[in-house]
T-cell receptor
């Protein structure tokens, strides 16, 4: 069982559509991360947030601490947004603590 | 700044061979870590380090060794490669311990195949 759940697993959209990717986690957190993995495999950090909303260009990330839920929105999607989007949250267990990652959402934006 | 440099990009090993994946960062980050990425699973932590001379096990450490003799370098050693270690490996660094409160910076990944 993954402590961080993402939905949907796969998402296909037409260029210009508004995209939403969801992330649910099971424990209280200090900050939640959103990452983007390019088709070539490289991973970059998009956002790190612990409350409210952050915006960078056409990307918006929101978090609801009480509901343990975060969303990543892409406005006016473009084929270059095609990538895997991954959320990650801290996880604590008896052996220590670590970031735990969702399985990712594969986004394909068609022209 | 080069960020996180990870080599090699691709590697094919035979079962039982050993090898070292190199990772270096030039951001003076104390926290460095190694992950493996397998289909249908999220990134999983192999080993991590919170500073030079300090390493610890992550979620899936068996079959791997690490050392941290300098702040910049954090190599991952496969002692005796097994087909189960076929995966994509990522090195990452962060300004904050365990990457909890600062962005993670990733290397470009190493695709390892063990036959």
């Amino acid at each position: 069982k993954n402590e961080v759940e993402q939905s949907p697993q796969n998402l296909t959209a037409q260029e210009g559509e508004f995209i939403t990717i969801n992330c649910s986690y099971s424990v209280g957190i200090s900050a939640l991360h959103w990452l983007q993995q390019h088709p070539g495999g490289g991973i970059v950090s998009l956002f790190m947030l612990s409350s409210g909303k952050k915006k960078h260009g056409r990307l918006i990330a929101t978090i609801n601490i009480q509901e343990k839920h975060s969303s990543l929105h892409i406005t006016a999607s473009h084929p270059r947004d095609s990538a895997v989007y991954i959320c990650a949250a801290p996880w604590w267990e008896t052996s220590g603590s670590r970031l735990t990652f969702g399985e990712g959402t594969q986004l394909t934006v068609n022209p | 700044n080069a960020g996180v440099t990870q080599t090699p990009k691709f590697q094919v090993l035979k079962t039982g061979q050993s090898m070292t994946l190199q990772c270096a960062q030039d951001m003076n980050h104390e926290y460095m870590s190694w992950y493996r990425q397998d289909p249908g699973m999220g990134l999983r932590l192999i080993h991590y380090s919170v500073g030079a001379g300090i390493t610890d096990q992550g979620e899936v450490p068996n079959g791997y060794n690490v050392s941290r003799s300098t702040t910049e370098d954090f190599p991952l050693r496969l002692l005796s490669a097994a087909p189960s270690q076929t995966s994509v490996y990522f090195c990452a660094s962060s300004r904050s311990p365990r990457g909890f409160n600062s962005p993670l910076h990733f290397g470009n990944g190493t695709r390892l195949t063990v036959t």
